[in-house]
C-alpha cells in the first residue's frame, strides 16, 4: 500500500508537511484518553469485585476506664452475632494495630494518633448468592450491640463508580472529537492536494480512469502519512504514560489504587498509529469520491 | 479494441447546444453522425467552436440541450460509473498536449494501460515500441519540461493511440510539427484508420486538408456544422 505506483505527484505537497504531525498529536491525546479510560474501567472493576461481598461493622468506643474492656466485648459480641446470620461467610475483628495501619496513609503514624478514640472495625465477608436483609441485620446489630453500625459500602461506591463512568464518558468523548478533528483535517488536506493537482486528476479522468483509481492514490498517501504521524505520536505517548505510571506507583502505599496500565491497554495504544491511518485513507478515499462525483 | 462493422454510425449529435454557465451558446443545433472506421478534418475559424465540439466529443462536457450519441450510449442516460469505459475507446489530443510534467515520457504514453490495468510488462513492450515509431526512442525517460513543442506533440499523440481505440480525436495535432513530422504523424493516423479507428482531427492548416483531400470535411461556423465551402 505504502509502496504502489502513483500517477500523481503528492508527495511534495505542503499539505504533506503538516498533516503527519497533527495525527501526532491527535494520537498522542487519544494515547492519553484511552489509557485513562482503560484505568478507570480497570479501577472500577476491581473496586466492585474487591467490595462486594464484603461489608463493615463499626463499633464506637466506649469511653472511660473500663471502656477498653467493653469495647473489646461488643466487639467480640458483634463478631459473633455475625458469625450466626445465615449468609456471612466470616466476620474477623480488626485489632487496634490494624485499624492504625488503615489510617496511616491519611493520619500518618504519630504517636498522638494511637491516642484517638477510633472505632473497632470487623471484616464481614457475605456470601454473594445469599439473600441478606441487611435492614433486618443492622436493626438485630444496633438492638444488641450499643454503638454497632455496619457499613456495606455500597453508597460511597456507587458515587465513585458514577464518578469512574462520567470520567470514561468524557475520555470517550474526546477520542470521538479527536477523531473527528484527525477527518476534518484529512478532508480539508485532501481538498487541497485535488485543487493543487487538478490538471492531472482531469487528465486521468479523460483518459478513462475510474474514481478509484484516482481516490486510491490519495488515500494511499493519506494512510502513509497518518501511519507516520501515528508513530511519531506514539513515541510521545510512550515516554508520556510510562512517566504517568511511575510517579503514581511512587505515592501508592494505598494512598492511590494502583493506577497501571493493563498489557491489554498498551496493546490498544499500540494499534492507535494503524487506526489513524486507517481512517485517514478511508476519509481522504471518501472526500475524493465526493469531489469527483461532481465533474462530468 | 472492439471494432464495429464500417458504416455504423460510432458517434451522433442531434440537435446538441452547449453553453458556459449562463453565458450564451457557443453551439447550437449541431447535428451530425460520423460512421466507424471513417477520417474526418474538423475545420473552422479560431473561436467557431472546434474544441467544445471536441469536449462534448470525448465527454469533457455534457450537452446543454439535445442528444449525444457515443458507441450507440445516449449519454445522457448513460450512468456515471459506466462513462469510464465509454472514455477508454477514446484517444484525445489534446490542443494543450496536457502532458504530467512529473512522469516520464515512458509513464505518460502508459497512463491510458495503466488506469485500464493492462500488466505492467505489457506496458514495457509496447509503450517503447510506439515512442520508437514517434521518433522518441531516446527520450523515454525524458520529462516533459525538457522538450521540444514538437517533442511534446508527439508524446500526447503516442498517449492517444497507444490504447489503440475506437475514435481518436486530436485537436490541432501538427501545429508543432515540421510537414516531414506532420506527413509521419498524419500517416500514424491513417494506419490506425485502416484498422478501424474512426479518426476527427481538428485544424486550421488548410495546406494539410488539402493534400488529404479524399477525407471529408466537418465544418463548423458559428457554433454550428455547416456543409464546408
Known amino acids: 500500500m505504502l509502496s504502489r505506483r502513483s500517477d500523481l505527484p503528492l508527495k511534495g505537497d505542503a499539505t504533506s508537511r503538516f498533516l503527519p504531525w497533527l495525527v501526532a498529536l491527535m494520537v498522542y491525546l487519544s494515547a492519553i484518553a484511552v489509557a485513562g479510560v482503560l484505568v478507570l474501567a480497570g479501577l472500577v ?252 | 479494441m472492439r471494432h464495429r462493422p464500417r458504416g455504423e454510425h460510432i458517434i451522433r449529435f442531434d440537435s446538441v447546444g452547449l453553453r458556459y454557465g449562463l453565458g450564451p451558446e457557443v453551439l447550437q443545433d449541431v447535428t451530425f453522425a460520423l460512421p466507424s472506421g471513417s477520417f474526418h478534418f474538423l475545420t473552422g475559424a479560431s473561436g467557431a467552436g472546434k474544441s467544445s465540439l471536441l469536449r462534448l466529443m470525448y465527454l469533457g462536457l455534457r450537452p446543454s440541450r439535445g442528444r449525444v450519441t457515443l458507441f450507440d450510449k445516449d449519454i445522457a442516460m448513460t450512468r456515471r460509473y459506466e462513462l469510464p469505459a465509454l472514455r477508454r475507446r477514446i484517444g484525445v489530443v489534446f490542443q494543450d498536449f496536457q502532458l504530467l510534467d512529473h512522469l516520464s515520457t515512458l509513464d505518460n504514453v502508459a497512463l491510458p494501460l495503466r488506469v485500464r490495468g493492462v500488466k505492467e510488462s505489457e506496458v514495457q513492450k509496447h509503450v517503447p515500441e510506439l515512442l520508437g515509431w514517434v521518433g522518441l526512442a531516446d527520450h523515454l525517460h525524458a520529462k516533459p519540461p525538457t522538450l521540444s513543442g514538437g517533442q511534446k506533440q508527439r508524446v500526447a499523440i503516442a498517449r492517444a493511440v497507444i490504447g489503440r481505440p475506437d475514435l481518436l480525436l486530436a485537436d490541432e495535432p501538427t501545429g508543432n510539427v515540421d510537414d516531414h513530422i506532420a506527413m509521419r504523424l498524419l500517416h500514424l493516423f491513417e494506419e490506425l484508420n485502416k484498422l478501424g479507428t474512426t479518426v476527427v482531427i481538428a485544424t486550421h492548416n488548410q495546406s494539410l486538408v488539402d493534400r488529404f483531400s479524399q477525407y471529408s470535411r466537418l465544418h463548423i461556423e458559428r457554433g454550428t456544422v455547416v456543409e464546408p465551402e
Open chain 1, 45 to 296: 472493576e476491581r473496586w466492585d469485585h474487591d467490595v462486594s461481598g464484603t461489608l463493615t461493622v463499626q463499633i464506637q468506643p466506649v469511653p472511660g476506664e473500663a471502656g477498653e474492656l467493653l469495647t473489646e466485648d461488643r466487639v467480640r459480641q458483634a463478631a459473633e452475632l455475625m458469625r450466626r446470620t445465615p449468609g456471612i461467610l466470616a466476620a474477623r475483628p480488626l485489632d487496634k494495630r490494624q485499624t492504625l495501619a488503615l489510617l496511616e496513609p491519611w493520619l500518618g503514624s504519630a504517636e498522638v494518633v494511637k491516642d484517638l478514640p477510633l472505632p473497632r472495625l470487623i471484616d464481614v465477608s457475605v456470601d454473594s448468592s445469599a439473600q441478606l436483609d441487611l435492614g433486618a441485620v443492622a436493626d438485630r446489630l444496633g438492638r444488641m450491640v450499643p454503638g454497632a453500625t455496619i457499613d456495606d459500602h455500597r453508597v460511597w461506591l456507587s458515587r465513585l463508580i458514577n464518578l469512574s463512568r462520567t470520567t470514561e464518558w468524557v475520555a470517550i468523548a474526546i477520542m470521538l472529537l479527536i477523531g473527528f478533528v484527525t477527518s476534518a483535517t484529512v478532508v480539508y488536506a485532501t481538498r487541497t492536494g485535488m485543487s493543487v493537482h487538478r490538471g492531472v486528476i482531469e487528465v486521468l479522468h479523460l483518459i478513462g480512469a475510474h474514481d478509484d483509481y484516482i481516490a486510491r492514490q490519495f488515500a494511499d498517501r493519506a494512510f502513509s502519512l497518518g501511519f507516520s504521524g501515528g508513530m511519531i505520536g506514539l513515541a510521545m505517548a510512550v515516554p508520556t504514560l510510562t512517566a504517568i505510571g511511575w510517579a503514581t506507583r511512587r505515592v501508592e502505599g494505598g494512598f492511590l489504587p494502583s493506577l497501571a496500565l493493563p498489557l491489554s491497554g498498551w496493546v490498544v495504544i499500540g494499534l492507535l498509529p494503524v487506526l489513524a491511518a486507517l481512517l485517514s485513507m478511508y476519509t481522504a478515499r471518501l472526500t475524493v469520491h465526493g469531489t469527483l462525483s461532481r465533474l462530468p
